[in-house]
């Protein structure tokens, strides 16, 4: 079965400073990973994608994440925070090796960038 | 390319009565997903379509939701009789395929369900 858990539910940072979001999966498959970000009255939209290529993904906006098999951890990190980074970042998990390829999320971290 | 179009944005009902939502997904995309997103927390696979046929509603209440894709294109969500619990954001998505590794997303619709 797979799942994912994010490991904060708030990260509160500075503008400027770096970003840090937490994510641990399990998966009985090789999984492809997300992470997609949610403004407030928005759609889903996805930041990045890690589907067994490199572990080191680029996304939108300057974020990335790296896929650490031993650590099943999938981690979001941003050099330096934007106002406009402020939503809600879900990590989600997908059974590729599987049958029905659906998405778990996680919970969600809810970013608030500082002034 | 247009996205993945949702109505209504926002619903307001009774407890008891019925609502439908309806989705339609980016064209030519074979796989379409319902999520329940309720406040402060993470979407939640509800049914999974690929065409006209339904691959995964483990998860959907199924003596109160139904959801239909008749002619594998656009979709119908229905809540019979609806219940306060049921107040979410109900999330339409689509992928090419079912081992597409990218779901789209429309932009949901709003139920409060009073």
């Known amino acids: 079965a797979q799942s994912v858990t994010q490991l904060d539910s708030h990260v509160s940072v500075s503008e400027g400073t770096p970003v840090l979001l937490r994510c641990n999966y399990s998966s009985s498959y090789s999984p492809s990973l997300f992470w997609y970000v949610q403004h407030p009255n928005k759609g889903l939209q996805l930041l990045l994608k890690?589907?067994?290529?490199?572990?080191l993904v680029k996304g939108i906006n300057g974020f990335e994440a790296e896929f650490k098999k031993s650590e099943t951890s999938f981690h979001l990190t941003k050099p330096s925070a934007h106002m406009s980074d402020a939503a809600e970042y879900f990590c989600v998990v997908s059974d590729r090796g599987g049958s029905q390829g659906n998405l778990i999320f996680g919970k969600g971290t809810k970013l608030s960038v500082k002034p | 390319e247009a996205g993945v179009a949702q109505s209504p944005r926002y619903k307001i009902i009774e407890k008891r009565q019925s609502v439908a939502f309806w989705c339609n997904p980016i064209s030519g995309h074979a796989t379409l997903y319902w999520y329940q997103q309720i406040l402060g927390q993470g979407p939640k696979l509800l049914i999974q379509f690929q065409n006209n046929g339904v691959v995964d509603d483990s998860q959907l209440p199924k003596d109160r939701f139904s959801a239909e894709r008749l002619k594998g294109v656009d979709s119908t969500l229905k809540i019979q009789p609806a219940k306060l619990e049921d107040s979410a954001v109900y999330l339409c998505?689509?992928?090419?395929?079912?081992?597409?590794?990218?779901?789209?997303f429309g932009q949901g619709t709003r139920l409060t369900v009073v």
């Open positions: 890690y589907t067994s290529a490199a572990t």
């Open positions: 998505a689509s992928s090419p395929d079912r081992g597409s590794t990218e779901a789209f």
